[in-house]
């Protein structure tokens, strides 16, 4: 009898702590990737948070993105120990009970001989259950997605233990500070022996922009060919189809209504934003104008006030504020975000850091064709993703007239908005969905698989 | 960090009662936060029992009604593991030697009294004192567990272990206390209101 076998599926490791439901800023790259490699033939396993993590210490989910995420897709969870976290003293072991000294010190010296982040427990049972799922169907790949950065070291162990090639997709910079853009660890700390020889070993390594990629080469020189850029982008998913061009222009008898859609943290220039819009309202074409501010303040429950305070808003719990046109208007569900375009005239890109700095929120900014206004330092790498787009007001300043003066002029440019502006705009977003700019990515761990695989797109 | 659990709990305190809540801080000077703390809980009208080693650094509170501070007042010094440390390493040697000056006079014992002391002060800080961090939570609980019949303490709503060196005495008071909130969070916990 003559048998011809079929080459199998690729089979790929996707090690990414944030995973849908989360809702952390990083989690839309990480489900676009493996929904992309999924519907690209690709036999997909991802690695993820612990729920009770999502739960109990970031404190939200997103129940309807887990829902977007490709069903053929297999999502497991390892373990992870929430020392570091966990306060209820009933929750505490014995042995932490009755001597939380030697606890501690236990802990500790984990993070300071194993591996320096509190998701060392999490990475560990990962090497674990990947050894064991490996052990009875073979990975081709290992991808793990930072931070947390313990997932570049689980990739790293899995590949040393079974030759499974690994890449590393740095959605942020691990050994850089962004925002100081200086090192993040100083010299001889554990951080920079691990990066080391991931990136010695690594068979790729993958970042968000270009001047990232960069400051990584010029450390690892010999690991600088096998680095990769691949940026954010947007997800026409859960963007939705948008309303049409032909809708483009604004009532002109309502006031305009500004909006910023994402995470406000402590990075962003926040007090800059609220005093320019303030000044900005002073001009007759901004009478009454709105800002609204859609997504969360801070990443834990516990930053709100903070931000609220510096927002100039009232705390929730507090007495209302004066009218300054601002206002917080709570989570957007990634799949309700289409709407909130829709609702705005103009957006704002409020955003902290500069030269390393994308983003991931511009692309979605971009493909609603809306007018941009920055509120962010000078030189930022978004700037070379928003180069082209026809209607970015660019103060190039944090300095609060100038700003004003940008949100002005993108106010003109709503209430003058035609087809065909807009239409030129959703265009040059065009290049930027997830599709096109992950498909280099799905090239190159295609490229790394060592047998032979079978090519070509599923249907999804 | 605090856990979003437990800001989202709250206290089963009976309808009609002060909430009441047990906070437990053992540094000798406690942080601001823990001060910070304690006069919020006081400011919304909670009784607070305070548990301390020592009262000197309360002092700004000192006075405040429904305000309760409950110190050890040296009793730590005077627990069998330190008074045979003391025994061991300081005294003993130290009558010895004081034996020996009378002996020989004092002249020729000097260096040896000298060089005793600092070895006593060396080892103390040095060797035991690491090794009774270990401990020293567990034996602190048991300090304060002997007390708590005299303290009047039958009921609390929320029991807050502000340090490490409080955590055994939290970690064995949830037990005592099985419907109270028991925590390391320094945030202010949600009570109802008192009345």
Redesign the interface.
Known sequence: MNRTREPRRPRILYLSFYFPPSRASGVYRARATANYLAQQGWDVTAFASPISFLHEVIGSVDERLAETVDPRIRVERPPLSQFAWERDLRRFSRFRGLSPVMAGKAYRLGLSKIFPEHYLSWAAASVRRALAMHARRRFDVVLATGNPFASFAAAWMIHRLTGVPFAVDYRDAWTLNMFEEKPAYPDGHLAWKWEQRILRDASASIFVNNPLRAWYAERYPNSADRMMVVPNGWDPDLFGQGEPVEAASTDPTRPLRFSFLGTVNNTQPVEQLADAFERARRHPDLAGAQLHIHGHLGYFKQSQSELMKRLGLADPAGEPGTDTGISYRGAVSKTDVGQVYQDSDVLVFLAGGARYVTSGKIFEYMASGRPIVSVHAPGIAAQDVLAGYPLWFNPNSLDVDEIANSMIAAGKAARDMTPQVRAEAQAHAAAFTREAVTAPLEARLRAMVKRTIATGAEAS | ???????SETATATAGRQPRVLLLSFNLAPHDRVIELATRLLDQGTRVDLLVMDDAGWQGLAGRPNLRIHSLDGAERRHVVMRAERAAVFRGPAAVLTGLGKLTGERPVRPLVKGHQRAAGAFHRRIFMKSY??????VLSRLFERRLPALGIDDVDV?I?SD?LT??L???L?KRFPKAI????L?VPALPAAN
């Open positions: 960090m605090t856990t979003v659990r437990e800001n961090a270990a401990i020293r939570p567990l029991i272990a490490v955590v055994t939290g970690w064995k949830a028991a925590t390391t969070s945030d």
